[in-house]
T-cell receptor, first 112, second 111 residues
Framework: QKEVEQNSGPLSVPEGAIASLNCTYSDRVSQSFFWYRQYSGKSPELIMSIYSNGDKEDGRFTAQLNKASQYVSLLIRDSQPSDSATYLCAVNILAGRRALTFGSGTRLQVQP | DGGITQSPKYLFRKEGQNVTLSCEQNLNHDAMYWYRQDPGQGLRLIYYSQIVNDFQKGDIAEGYSVSREKKESFPLTVTSAQKNPTAFYLC??????????FGSGTRLTVV
């Protein structure tokens, strides 16, 4: 089992729809969770962080965390073609190792 | 403006050659990291450093070396022992436990 798992996609949604991206992780003691967006050929950029169970909203983005079920998700409302990118989930796996473990990413395609 | 700078953007390595990738940050972050990304894959951790003069191996450290003599700088050397070095190399920095700021990356190709 991979430490951080994401569906590779592509996830295709029409413009204006809600895109739902999911991530599961293996380490029950993980405390920090992040979503990064990576455009093709570019470096990742941080879009959301979440540390507590529940929802966290920032503009069109909502991160959801459920530690009991070991999953974290990202919702993108009113999806735009400019949201088309790969979304990477990152988790601090292994207590004491202060570095993030990344999933392989989900490619999102927003159709105009 | 504060940020993290990687150079060069493109690098070509001959067989048996060592090359060094530069990473400099002026964000006053304590921690710095090196990741490798292969096409269609996620990021894999090579080395990381929480403080000056200290660093730890990540998941794929074999064939790589680093130094952290200054808070601002964390260069990565790809040695001839790394048999498959062609990849996109990403440097990042952060406050401990916080999200990362990434540099723009270095694309390394073996010729």
């Amino acid at each position: 089992q991979k430490e951080v798992e994401q569906n590779s996609g592509p996830l295709s949604v029409p413009e204006g729809a809600i895109a739902s991206l999911n991530c599961t992780y293996s380490d029950r003691v993980s405390q920090s969770f992040f979503w990064y967006r990576q455009y093709s050929g570019k470096s990742p950029e941080l879009i959301m962080s979440i540390y507590s169970n529940g929802d966290k909203e920032d503009g069109r983005f909502t991160a959801q965390l459920n530690k009991a079920s070991q999953y974290v998700s990202l919702l993108i409302r009113d999806s735009q073609p400019s949201d088309s990118a790969t979304y990477l989930c990152a988790v601090n796996i292994l207590a004491g190792r202060r570095a993030l473990t990344f999933g392989s990413g989900t490619r999102l395609q927003v159709q105009p | 403006d504060g940020g993290i700078t990687q150079s060069p953007k493109y690098l070509f390595r001959k067989e048996g050659q060592n090359v060094t990738l530069s990473c400099e940050q002026n964000l006053n972050h304590d921690a710095m990291y090196w990741y490798r990304q292969d096409p269609g894959q996620g990021l894999r951790l090579i080395y990381y450093s929480q403080i000056v003069n200290d660093f730890q191996k990540g998941d794929i450290a074999e064939g790589y070396s680093v130094s952290r003599e200054k808070k601002e700088s964390f260069p990565l050397t790809v040695t001839s022992a790394q048999k498959n070095p062609t990849a996109f190399y990403l440097c990042a920095s952060s406050w401990t436990g916080d999200g990362y700021t990434f540099g723009s990356g270095t694309r390394l190709t073996v010729v």
